[in-house]
C-alpha cells in the first residue's frame, strides 16, 4: 500500500509563482522515477516533468525555462517549482510515482491539486 500526497496548488495571477509537493509513503523500497502531469478541462492528461531518483531531469517544451522539478529521496518527495505562471498553466496536476514496493513494481497517482492563473 502506496499513497502520495499532493499539496500547494491554489489561485494565483498571471506572472506569479507556485510550489507543489508530492510526499510518497508505504511499503516502498525504491523509486525508479516521480514525475507531474496536468489535466486542463476537456484535455487529456499530459506530462510535464520527470525526475529519477539520481537526480536527471526532463521537462514538457510547454514548461521547459519555467518550471523546475526536484526530489529529496531521503523524504520520498517531489517538487515543482512553478514561475512566469501562464493562464494556459491552468489545470489540475498530478504526482506520478514509478516504484518497487514488496508487492514488486508499481505505478501510482496522486489525488490532483488545482493550479488556477487568472490574467
Known amino acids: 500500500q502506496v499513497q502520495l500526497v499532493e499539496s500547494g496548488g491554489g ?7 507556485l510550489r ?12 525508479n522515477a516521480m514525475g507531474w502531469y496536468r489535466q486542463a478541462p476537456g484535455n487529456q492528461r499530459r506530462w510535464a516533468a520527470t525526475i529519477t531518483s539520481g537526480g ?7 514548461v521547459k525555462g519555467r518550471f523546475t522539478i526536484s526530489r529529496d529521496n531521503a523524504k520520498n518527495t517531489v517538487y515543482l517549482q512553478m514561475n512566469s505562471l501562464k493562464p494556459e ?16 513494481r508499481e505505478n501510482y497517482w496522486g489525488q490532483g ?6 490574467s
Open 56 to 62: 536527471s531531469t526532463d521537462y514538457a517544451d510547454s
Open 89 to 104: 498553466d491552468t489545470a489540475v496536476y498530478y504526482c506520478n510515482a514509478d516504484l518497487y514496493s514488496n508487492r514488486g
Open 113 to 118: 491539486t488545482q493550479v488556477t492563473v487568472s
Open 11 to 17: 489561485l494565483v495571477q498571471a506572472g506569479g509563482s
Open 20 to 31: 507543489l509537493s508530492c510526499a510518497a509513503s508505504g511499503s516502498i523500497f525504491s523509486i
